[in-house]
Nanobody, 121 residues
Framework: QVQLVESGGGLVQPGGSLRLSCAASGSIFSIPLMGWYRQAPGKQRELVATITSGGSTNYADSVKGRFTISRDNAKNMVYLQMDSLKPEDTAVYYC???????????????WGQGTQVAVSS
């Protein structure tokens, strides 16, 4: 079984920073892609950022220049450094992994349970 567990959410004032972490565990063969999505109340889940195992990154236009995604391949972890936070960044943030296992060598999509980020004064 593969699990993704997020941590690091919370309440922060506008202009502040938070760092989210996500650990993938279980019987993992490879993780070609990891990333973060978010879902605000009444809205669809949307891409925030992704990073390949080689370090190539992709960001939503709304977070470019403010958020930085990184990963530690040896630890199967992905991070999201969020700076200059705005109220519109308020959402539940979900960790995502496209993960191959010995039992299922074609990568499948896995999701964490989500962590709440609230930006408010």
């Amino acid at each position: 079984q593969v699990q993704l567990v997020e941590s690091g959410g919370g309440l922060v004032q506008p202009g502040g920073s938070l760092r989210l972490s996500c650990a993938a565990s279980g019987s993992i063969f490879s993780i070609p892609l990891m990333g973060w999505y978010r879902q605000a109340p009444g809205k669809q889940r949307e891409l925030v950022a992704t990073i390949t195992s080689g370090g190539s990154t992709n960001y939503a236009d709304s977070v470019k220049g403010r958020f930085t995604i990184s990963r530690d391949n040896a630890k199967n972890m992905v991070y999201l450094q969020m700076d200059s936070l705005k109220p519109e960044d308020t959402a539940v943030y979900y960790c995502y992994g496209r993960i191959a296992t010995p039992q299922r060598p074609i990568p499948n999509n896995y999701w964490g349970q989500g962590t709440q980020v609230a930006v408010s004064s």
